[in-house]
């Protein structure tokens, strides 16, 4: 199976602009999850969507949203850009399995706010 | 809420050394994962963990989910600079709601 594909691997944007990064999760899995990462901050949880609907939100402002079309795919949309938004965006393809419960990991989002 | 904590926070040690790092929680998990994330990758997993008392060897690491299943280790034995890297540990409960993730343990293997 081909694992978890995200686009564009690096973005550069302006204070003030918007963006839509894009997320494949393995085939068949329906859950993607979203994370935010900064070296101070850690992984931080923005939402969870399964079968096209937001199961999970973390606490983040309404800036940043997110969808999930009906082949799973995912985007995830951060408005009105500011430069604490530097951050890697990962996202994760949910596998639940009897009392296991894994995240696959995509290789991220490296976006940069200048 | 959940919480994970790992320690130590930064680890820096010579090649052929041992080493351990915890992941501690008053919560109990119903399975706990380990990853190992590269500069600039995504975080990569490396085992599950899901009954309590459980130990699971991969190579030179072993991980054990503690008896109460609130806690976790990661042992490696004669480490090498290809395992350096941010090690991080994440529980899940039995819900659907997200996994909670430990801010990580940052390994640096010198040759």
């Known amino acids: 199976k081909a694992g978890v594909t995200q686009t564009p691997r690096y973005l550069i944007k302006t204070r003030g602009q918007q963006v839509t990064l894009s997320c494949s999760p393995i085939?068949?899995?329906?859950?993607v999850s979203w994370y935010q990462q900064t070296p101070g901050q850690g992984l931080q949880f923005l939402f969870e969507?399964?079968?096209?609907?937001?199961?999970n939100k973390g606490n983040f402002p309404g800036r940043f949203s997110g969808r999930q079309f009906s082949n799973s795919r995912s985007e995830m949309n951060v408005s009105t850009l500011e430069l604490g938004d530097s951050a890697l965006y990962l996202c994760?393809?949910?596998?639940?399995?009897?009392?296991?419960?894994?995240?696959?990991f995509g290789p991220g989002t490296r976006l940069t706010v200048l | 809420t959940q919480l994970l904590e790992q320690s130590p926070q930064f680890l820096s040690i010579q090649e052929g050394e041992n080493l351990t790092v915890y992941c501690n929680s008053s919560?109990?998990?119903?399975?706990l994962q380990w990853y190992r994330q590269e500069p600039g990758e995504g975080p990569v997993l490396l085992v599950t963990v899901v009954t309590g008392g459980e130990v699971k060897k991969l190579k030179r690491l072993t991980f054990q989910f503690g008896d109460a299943r609130k806690d976790s280790s990661l042992h490696i034995t004669a480490a090498q600079p290809g395992d350096t890297g941010l090690y991080l540990c994440?529980?899940?409960?039995?819900?659907?709601?997200?996994?909670?993730f430990g801010k990580g343990t940052r390994l640096s293997v010198i040759a």
């Open positions: 085939s068949g899995h329906r859950s």
């Open positions: 969507y399964f079968s096209e609907t937001q199961r």
């Open positions: 919560s109990v998990f119903s399975s």
């Open positions: 994760a393809s949910r596998e639940t399995s009897g009392f296991t419960d894994t995240q696959y």
């Open positions: 994440a529980g899940a409960d039995s819900g659907n709601t997200p996994l909670v």
